[in-house]
């Protein structure tokens, strides 16, 4: 009987650390559950513009800087987008900056919305400017994108009694295309698009202006033929 009970008691031990260690790994796991949605959210949160729902600057310019190094390896094209609320101080002024936040959500829905592909990505760019980028795209595939958004907030009709195209928002888009190269940046590429956005904004607002190619005209010129017989001119 000794035996016996010293037996019972060491498997009814066993069995109640067993118990125990199951409520602990269950537990464990629960927190680790927890701690991945946290993650999850997090990760969420830096990436995403708190006013807008859409991707960052940060995000932006990772992600340019990603495919620029991707497509300068397969020597294909990239595109960017930069949209710009046509007369967005004068809204703010009129309706209020509530109103103005409301906007900014609406536009934003509305152009991310255009992006079908899952290589795009829409940004908020900074106050009311908003960047697409275009994996695969040249400049005349980008202006297809770019009329298209702006003829998306046009049909919208958002009301602006202020704006200077008119009664309603609108917008102002510069375009830029470019093959990446070792001779050119990312900050080339933007500095083009902003100066096709100048251009739009000089020429009326309410338009899409294209810097073109951007590669045709930056990128190093091939080097010359080599001649059996080169001629030495005068």
């Known amino acids: 009987w000794p035996v016996l009970r010293q037996r019972v008691r060491r498997l009814l031990q066993n069995r ?43 995000v932006c310019d990772e992600y340019l800087q990603q495919e620029w190094r991707r497509l300068a390896r397969l020597q294909d094209s990239l595109a960017i987008a930069i949209c710009d609320i046509d007369g967005f101080k004068a809204y703010n002024d009129a309706y209020g900056h509530p109103a103005g936040d409301e906007c900014l959500r609406r536009v934003a829905d509305l152009l991310d919305g255009v992006l079908k592909r899952p290589a795009d990505l829409f940004a908020r760019f900074g106050g009311e400017e908003f960047l697409a980028i275009l994996p695969h795209t040249d400049a005349n595939g980008a202006m297809h994108v770019a009329e298209t958004m702006r003829q998306a907030i046009r049909t ?23 093959v990446p190269h070792a001779q050119s940046s990312v900050a080339d590429l933007i500095e083009a698009a902003d100066r096709a956005l100048y251009e739009a904004k000089a020429a009326g607002r309410d338009r899409a202006v294209s810097a073109g190619d951007l590669d045709r005209s930056n990128a190093p010129p091939p080097d010359p033929p080599i001649l059996d017989n080169p001629v030495v001119a005068d």
């Open 156 to 178: 919208a009709a958002l009301p602006h009694e202020h704006a200077p195209t008119g009664a309603i928002v609108t917008l102002s888009i510069g375009i830029a295309a470019i």
């Open 16 to 58: 109640w650390a067993m118990a125990e260690l199951e409520q602990k790994a269950e537990r464990e796991g629960i927190l680790a559950e927890q701690l991945e949605v946290a993650n999850r959210e997090l990760q969420r949160l830096a990436s995403t513009d708190s006013l807008t729902q859409i991707a960052n600057r940060r």
